[in-house]
């Protein structure tokens, strides 16, 4: 063989094993192409669900904050129509017709007696609580009624504090719509947190 036939020989062996070599080399970059797509498929796969998971858990959040903003809101609503209630029955009790603010009186004072002896602190301001006022009352009371007005007066606007002794039933406007006020609050309350 001459050395012409041998350099073709070993340059045709050489580009075989050159385009083996590539072949396995493309083989090899292929497999590597594959794995890396499939890396890639489950790195998506797996940020879409935390994308996902972060998106509800954000989504939660800012629900349960719109929740309690409108809890919040629907009580300062409320506490405002409360207070807006109060202060008007508080007016209509103070502004009553004289008649009708006397029967109330009689009702609320006929209920707090207990000995008959008690002595009866008014407003400072009250006018419609009189002599005549406290001779119907005694004269419900029968034997029991004793009762009298005290010298003195408190600083309420309406109603009255029944006294004996050092026990004292107020029965003052204030105190009255205090006390509905607070089983009202506490309705409330009860519905918006059950």
Do not use: H, W
């Not at 890396?39 to 939660?60: G, I, R």
């Not at 929740?67 to 405002?80: E, N």
């Not at 002794?165 to 089983?183: C, D, H, T």
């Amino acid at each position: 063989m001459s050395a012409e036939k041998v350099v073709e020989k070993i340059l045709a062996d050489a580009k075989t094993q050159a385009e083996k070599i590539k072949a396995e080399a493309e083989g090899k970059v292929k497999q590597a192409d594959e794995r890396t797509a499939a890396q890639l498929a489950d790195f998506d796969k797996e940020t879409a669900e935390l994308e996902k998971k972060a998106f509800e858990e954000a989504k939660s959040r800012v629900l349960a904050t719109a929740r309690m903003d409108i809890a919040k809101q629907s009580l300062r609503t409320r506490k405002t129509l409360i207070d807006e209630v109060f202060v008007r029955a508080g007016d209509e009790i103070k502004n009553m017709n004289d008649a009708d603010y006397v029967q109330l009186m009689k009702k609320l004072l006929l209920a707090c007696v207990e000995t008959g002896d008690e002595e009866i602190v008014t407003g400072k301001k009250e006018t419609r609580l009189g002599t005549d006022f406290l001779s119907e009352v005694n004269s419900q009371l029968g034997d029991k009624g004793n009762l009298t007005f005290a010298g003195n007066k408190a600083d309420i606007e309406a109603g009255f504090i029944l006294s004996r002794g050092k026990v004292r039933a107020n029965v003052s406007l204030e105190v009255l719509l205090g006390q509905i006020r607070e089983e009202l609050e506490t309705e409330i309350a009860k519905e918006l947190f059950s």
